[in-house]
């Protein structure tokens, strides 16, 4: 398939699946758009789709999406209830051997994808984000230089939202040693209780 110039390129192609505006696209399955109620109340943000979020064209369904599934459900978080997107909507990937193994996306790659998540936002609405991750901190705040320990200390306000930065699940997954993927996990389950909580205070 031949590349289609984005010629206005502050706005949107009109699906996604016609998204040219940086070339992961071209190694991509299919693109990953959010799921969830068009009227949460809280979104994730993760970073991007991984092998299975690929295939099957839903974000959060392979392993980092089961143990969100689990922090979720031990934070008493239901999971119909939030929206759940990535910062980048197609799988960054390279080959070793037979797999294809997960690529962090450049901040070209994040700032191309962020109006998809700007749409998202305007369109949901949502009084708390959790960023699971720092790409996701990264396409929240456009700044390609935000790192997670500046921010994980307390949420934030962000335009008129809040902003909870977590661990992405597939840190906790990856974590050299039990304790570290344990403190991870926690990490999630805490901030997901904080966004809860918060809901509260912009009632």
């Known amino acids: ?15 996604l699946d016609q998204c040219r505006r940086c070339d992961l696209w071209e190694h991509a399955t299919q693109a990953v758009p959010g799921v969830g109620s068009s009227r949460a109340r809280i979104m994730l943000v993760g970073e991007q789709p991984g092998d299975q979020e690929d295939l099957q064209g839903l974000p959060f369904v392979g392993p980092a999406g089961a ?38 996306p450049a901040q070209k790659e994040i700032a191309a994808c962020h109006l998809w998540l700007e749409e998202e936002l305007a369109r949901v609405q949502p009084d708390v984000v959790v960023a699971l991750g720092g790409t996701a901190l990264k396409s929240i705040l456009q700044d390609g230089g935000a790192t997670m320990k500046s921010f994980m200390d307390a949420p934030f306000r962000q335009e008129g939202r809040w902003v909870v930065v977590v661990y992405h699940p597939s840190f906790a997954l990856r974590a050299r040693d039990e304790a570290s993927r344990r403190q991870a996990y926690q990490v999630i389950v805490d ?3 904080q966004a809860l909580r918060l809901l509260d205070k912009v009632r």
């Open 1 to 15: 398939m031949d590349k289609v110039p984005n010629h206005e390129q502050g706005k949107l192609p009109a699906t």
């Open 67 to 104: 143990l969100l599934d689990k922090a979720l459900s031990e934070a008493g978080v239901n999971r119909d209830s939030i929206y759940l997107t990535n910062a980048v909507k197609h799988f960054k990937w390279e080959l070793r051997g037979k797999r294809r193994l997960h690529k962090t």
């Open 191 to 193: 901030g997901l209780r």
